[in-house]
């Protein structure tokens, strides 16, 4: 299953897959960080759309068009804020990511990339982070052969070599 995985430091606004995942807040109205450069990229079009989805609970996820992205759709998933790994953090993690592949096979979506979700502002250890993202989506990958090509769009040094280190293992 491996080699339908990819890693690409970058920034994910630029990629030209079927869907994006944006690491959400429970509002979906946008923020900082990689929310806040997707919906940026994306233009005015998005958040009007987001109003309509009345926000999303931690582990889940919504779909939206992608407006002036080169991706198709945008999965918006709230990861959980790390509050030291006694609040369920890693099963939500973890269902962040299958969700989000849950809606993207349904959309029969073929490329999906993911952001490292609450390892910036939300404070999830990276390397942990980078264990669970990588174990649930290959074992979503194993159930679903219909999906091509998963993307880990890496935006910082650390979580890059961290996934490097993880995937060459
Ligand atoms: N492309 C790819 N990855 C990026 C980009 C980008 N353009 N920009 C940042 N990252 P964060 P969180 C990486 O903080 O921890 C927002 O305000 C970043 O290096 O964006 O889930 C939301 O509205 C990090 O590895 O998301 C929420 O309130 C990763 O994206 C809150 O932040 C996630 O960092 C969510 O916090």
Redesign the pocket.
Known sequence: MKDKIEIKQ????DLNVDVIVN???K?LL?????????HRAAGPGLVEECRKLNGCETGNAKITGGYNLPAGFIIHT??P?WQGGKKEEENLLSSCYKRSLEIAAEKQSKTIAF??????????P?EKAAGIAISTVTSFLNQHPEIEKVIF????KE?YEIYQDLLLS
Do not use: E
């Open positions: 970058c920034d994910i606004t690491a959400a807040n509002s946008g923020g900082g960080g990689v929310d806040g450069a997707i709230v990861g804020v952001p490292n979700i609450s390892t910036g502002i939300y404070g999830f990276k769009a890496i935006f910082d979580n």
